[in-house]
Structure formats: structure tokens, C-alpha cells
């Protein structure tokens, strides 16, 4: 009976002994558990932090190319409106030219007319006198349409 007993407490003491273990076990276990969610949890914020700050500078730099496109269009528009005045003055300009042209070819029959009494000479002076005046007047203000039309990267040639 005595050998029983002291089985039985040798034996109620390794399970003493055992339990205690497997509760040191579980309270480990359930520490790296916590830890494991804090860390857990500290890492997601860190992701949340990290993804709203390339959010906002995505969106901060979405921000500023809208802005240089609309400042772009705006450019381009203003530039267009310009190539197009230069080109309507160029027409006008060109107009009264043939205008001018046209009033010339009329005096020239005029002159052509009236010289049928031999005065070629008188002609001649007459024409050496508007080609003259054609050159002073015409040569810039081509010159002027020319440079402009450069200008907007247009061939004046091509128009």
C-alpha cells in the first residue's frame, strides 16, 4: 500500500509538474500570439500610411499635369488664333497688292494707248518708274509675311 502511495504521488506530481509545463506552454504560446497580432497590426498601419502618402502624391502629381495640359491647350490655342491672323493679313495684304498690280496693268494699256504717236521712250520711263515703286513697296511687306509665316513654323512657299 505504501509502495501504491508513494506511486500515486510520484505519479500526481509528474502530472502536477506536466500541467504546469503545458499551462507555461499556453500562456507562451498565447504572448506570441499577441505579439504576433500587434506586429500584425502595426505592419498594416504602416502599409495604410505608406499607400496614403503615394496616393496623395500620385494625385498631387495628376494635379499638376492637368494643369500644364490645360496650360499646354491654351498655348497651342492662342498660337493657332496668332498663325491665323498672320495668315488672313497675308491674304489682305496679298489683295491689295493685285489691286495695286491691276491699277499698273491699267495705266500700262493706258500708256500702251496712248504712245501709238511714237513716244516709246515716254513707256519705257513710265514702266522703269512703277517697277521702281513696285520694288520700294512690295520686296518689305513680303519680306514682313515671309519672316511671320517662318515664325509659326509655316513654308511660305507651300501657301
Avoid at 504572448?31 to 504602416?46: A, G, P, S
Wanted: charged letters at 35%; proline letters at 1%; one cysteine or more.
Amino acid at each position: 500500500w505504501r509502495d501504491m502511495t508513494w506511486q500515486t504521488k510520484a505519479d500526481n506530481e509528474v502530472l502536477k509538474r506536466r500541467l504546469w509545463d503545458l499551462e507555461k506552454a499556453l500562456e507562451q504560446a498565447w504572448e506570441d500570439k499577441r505579439d504576433i497580432r500587434e506586429e500584425m497590426t502595426r505592419q498594416y498601419q504602416e502599409l495604410q500610411k505608406q499607400t496614403a502618402a503615394h496616393s496623395q502624391r500620385l494625385e498631387a502629381k495628376v494635379k499638376s499635369l492637368q494643369e500644364q495640359l490645360a496650360t499646354r491647350l491654351q498655348e497651342s490655342q492662342q498660337t493657332q488664333e496668332t498663325a491665323t491672323q498672320a495668315l488672313a493679313e497675308r491674304d489682305r495684304t496679298i489683295a491689295q497688292l493685285q489691286g495695286r498690280l491691276d491699277a499698273m496693268e491699267r495705266e500700262y494699256e493706258k500708256i500702251l494707248q496712248m504712245s501709238g504717236d511714237g513716244s516709246l521712250d515716254l513707256v519705257l520711263a513710265k514702266m522703269a518708274e512703277a517697277s521702281q515703286c513696285w520694288k520700294e513697296v512690295g520686296m518689305p511687306i513680303a519680306m514682313e509675311h515671309k519672316e511671320r509665316l517662318q515664325e509659326f513654323g509655316l513654308n511660305p512657299l507651300e501657301i
